[in-house]
């Protein structure tokens, strides 16, 4: 018979721990997918974070580090700067990395640190129980801020990648979302496109990626994805958010 | 060859991580610790290493944790605030078991504090520092000569141990000039690197991370760490002993002021008073062994410290609160003169003879 689809070398035999409809699964696939046909895996060290994103050390066949919330980048930019020949990436949530961890974040950008960051971005603290991020949106409902964000005292959602865009040592910023097979591929692309710019040692890259969480946003998993969509997109600039002149030429 | 130098305090642990083989330095700048950056900017990427200034010392501890998975010998500096920020990475490095080299030139605090010398962050050097239960080794050099002797030292124990160093010093040894031989160290001991992550190649993966799933398996991470300080308690206290032998009256103090209680003893000699010291080395483990030989033999203990006394502390169940154990101390960033010390030791000489006569 002919197998048609198989599990990635890229991922352990560990069965994914994500509520039903998390899209989390999709993204690591995704990256797994990528660091094996690049043949990548052996030379590859990740680093996990704390949320659900952390559980991703468990997940993947490479070498992991898992780092304090908010401080992946960090250790990444440790990791890079003791193995500069060895491929480095950072999988955090939004919180993780647009809260806690923001100074790291603007600053590995700025150095153009040669590691990638996959920021996945699902308006909430999934891990926590449904807290606000920075991500969340106007008016969102979450359990510290029960009756809506109010900018006015909550402030406005803060579109991360864009911001990074804008910091000259970051090469790569890709904006994609998983909700649709079409946006599944075009996630798989800047992941790729992301490593290969930290292999021809161009500067930092980041994909970010919109992602559901049923759970704490009480819906069921497609009604996550149309609300998504809806919702998240629409705020979210989508896309090649920084695309650098060599890496046009990649 | 041994070469003789003359550098600033700050300059020579530098150095002696140059010739520890340190490849990676992570830090941020403060007053009276930022020689020890600046002479390894100028320093170290020559011998192949690199320097980084890191966004702030957050982010300077937790380069050092990615570094030190690697299985590179990494070391970062900083002063008493900017090591309050590396705290969660040094307990995370702990739990790790990430062997790094931690400089702390202690200033004066709380808060901002001042830039003078001070052992106010004792405490927080010995007893953990950041959460959960772990222990950093500490070491406390009183000049030159042990900032880089012992600096030397610490990356050696954080290989052995697979355990965060730090070298607790201040602001008046960090800044001082004194000669210094730049002893050669034999080449480190290779110690098991089958833990490192550095690609899986070849090999299973590796993960270093300290998430404990369970209860049951956060208990048996806490007992294996347990074990683990308790060996270093066993075999690594150190310390030096200055006119102890006949003594009736014993300073303990570390540091700087370990250093200038050396004049006091020496003054008190002259006077006829048997009075020696106990200079801890290692702060931790702390060197609860020395105290020992001198249970039932001496009439009282005075620490010296730059704080409202907090190695006291550590005396006094050392000694199982079995001799009078007083403190003298000085603190905001003043140093007590070996008079001033040698004063308060005679009054206290005169109040133990008056009891004495009483009973
Ligand atoms: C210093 C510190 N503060 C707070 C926490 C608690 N905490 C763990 S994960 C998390 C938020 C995670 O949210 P996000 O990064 O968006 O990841 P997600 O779970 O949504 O994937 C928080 C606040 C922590 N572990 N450490
Ligand atoms: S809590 Fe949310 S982000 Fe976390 S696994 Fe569940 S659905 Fe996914
Ligand atoms: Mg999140």
């Not at chain 1, 500067?203 to 946003?217: A, D, E, I, K, M």
């Not at chain 2, 700050?10 to 992570?26: H, P, T, Y």
């Not at chain 2, 062997?99 to 605090?109: A, D, E, K, L, T």
């Amino acid at each position: 018979m002919n197998k048609v689809f198989s599990r990635s070398k890229g991922l352990t035999d560990v069965p994914f721990t994500f509520c039903p409809g998390c899209t989390h699964g999709i993204i690591m696939r995704l990256i797994a997918e990528v660091l094996e046909e690049l043949d990548i895996l052996e030379e590859t060290i990740g680093v996990s974070p704390v949320g659900c994103a952390g559980f991703s050390q468990d997940f993947f066949t490479c070498d992991f580090v898992g780092a304090a919330h908010g401080r992946a980048q960090a250790v990444g930019t440790g990791i890079k700067r003791a193995l500069p020949h060895r491929t480095v990436f950072t999988y955090q949530g939004d919180g993780d990395i647009a809260a806690i961890g923001t100074q790291h974040a603007v600053h590995v950008a700025a150095r153009g640190e040669k590691i990638t960051s996959i920021m996945v971005n699902n308006a909430i603290y999934g891990m926590t129980g449904g807290q606000m991020a920075p991500t969340t949106l106007t008016n969102m409902k979450t359990s510290t801020s029960p009756f809506g964000r109010d900018p006015q005292t909550m402030g406005f959602p803060m579109d991360f990648p864009k911001l990074l865009a804008g910091i000259p040592g970051a090469a790569y910023v890709a904006s994609v979302s998983v909700d649709s097979p079409k946006n599944i591929k075009k996630t798989k692309d800047a992941i790729r496109k992301a490593f290969k710019v930290q292999q021809a040692g161009l500067g930092f890259s980041l994909v970010s990626v919109l992602s559901t969480c049923p759970t704490n946003w009480g819906l069921n998993p497609s009604e996550s994805l149309k609300w998504l969509r809806e919702n998240m997109m629409p705020i979210y600039e989508m896309g090649e958010l920084k695309v650098s002149e060599e890496v046009e030429k990649l | 060859m041994e070469e003789k130098v003359l550098l600033k305090g700050n300059e020579i642990i530098g150095e002696a991580a140059i010739r520890s083989g340190c490849k990676l330095f992570f830090g941020y700048p403060i007053t009276p610790s930022t020689e020890v950056i600046e002479y390894l900017s100028a320093n170290l990427p020559g011998q192949g290493g690199t320097v980084l200034q890191a966004e702030d010392e957050i982010g300077a501890i937790n380069m050092c944790y990615g570094a030190a998975c690697t299985g590179s010998r990494v070391m970062t500096a900083s002063s008493s605030p900017g090591v309050s920020l590396k705290q969660e990475g040094l307990s995370y490095s702990a739990a790790v078991e990430l062997p790094m080299v931690i400089v702390n030139v202690n200033r004066c605090g709380p808060g901002l504090g001042g830039l003078g010398p001070a052992q106010s962050d004792y405490f927080q050097s010995v007893k953990g520092g950041g959460h959960g239960d772990y222990h950093l080794i500490v070491l406390a050099p009183s000049k030159a000569q042990e900032l880089y002797d012992y600096t030397m030292q610490a990356f050696d124990l954080a290989d052995q141990y697979r355990n965060p160093v730090m070298v607790l010093t201040d602001g008046y040894l960090g800044q001082t000039m004194e000669p210094v031989v730049l002893k050669e160290r034999p080449p480190a001991q290779e110690w098991d690197r089958s833990w490192i992550v550095d690609g899986a190649e070849g090999r299973e993966k590796r993960i270093l991370a300290s998430y404990s799933l369970t209860n049951e398996i956060g208990e048996a991470n806490n007992l294996y760490w347990e074990a683990k300080y308790k060996e270093i308690q066993k075999k690594e206290q150190q310390w030096e002993e200055f006119h102890t032998e006949d003594a009736d009256y014993l300073i303990v103090s570390y540091g700087t002021t370990g250093r200038i209680s050396k004049s006091t003893v020496l003054n008190a000699r002259k006077k006829g008073i048997k009075l020696g010291l106990i200079r801890p080395i290692t702060l931790w483990p702390f060197p609860v062994n020395a105290f020992k030989p001198f249970l039932g033999k001496i009439k009282g203990i005075v620490t010296v410290e730059l704080n409202t006394g907090q190695m006291i502390e550590d005396v006094k169940l050392a000694v199982n609160c079995g001799v009078p154990v007083e403190l003298y101390r000085r603190q905001g960033g003043m140093l007590p003169t070996e008079t001033e010390i040698l004063e308060y030791i005679e009054e206290m000489i005169m109040k133990t003879d008056a009891k004495e006569v009483q009973a």
